[in-house]
């Protein structure tokens, strides 16, 4: 079974000393991430996996990220009813 999860990769940082907001889908301990946009790590809040009121698009962004978690996790539900898999970059790609 596949799991999905919002983090801030601070592995990647830019030299203006933004992160990326990333969405890990694991798959038989093979992890794959997609990007969804660039922020200030002060404007993350780790807990709620969401990006703090006090950035400019806070709203948007956070749509975004509920929107592209909702259809990973609706995906691997399918494939969890269904008894087939797909791999993590399967995932990613839709």
């Known amino acids: ?4 999860k919002i983090i801030l990769y601070k592995s990647k940082k830019k030299a203006d000393g933004r992160y990326p907001i ?5 798959q038989d301990r093979k992890a794959k991430y997609s990007y969804i946009d660039w922020i200030d790590e002060d404007e993350w809040d780790e807990e709620k996996s969401e990006v703090k009121k006090s950035h400019l698009n806070s ?19 399918e494939d969890d009813a269904n008894g087939s898999e797909r791999s993590s970059a399967q ?3 839709i």
């Open 1 to 4: 079974m596949a799991t999905a």
């Open 22 to 26: 990333a969405l890990r889908v694991t």
């Open 59 to 77: 709203k948007r962004l956070n749509h975004a990220i509920t929107a592209r978690k909702k259809a990973i996790g609706d995906l691997i539900l």
């Open 91 to 93: 995932l990613i790609e």
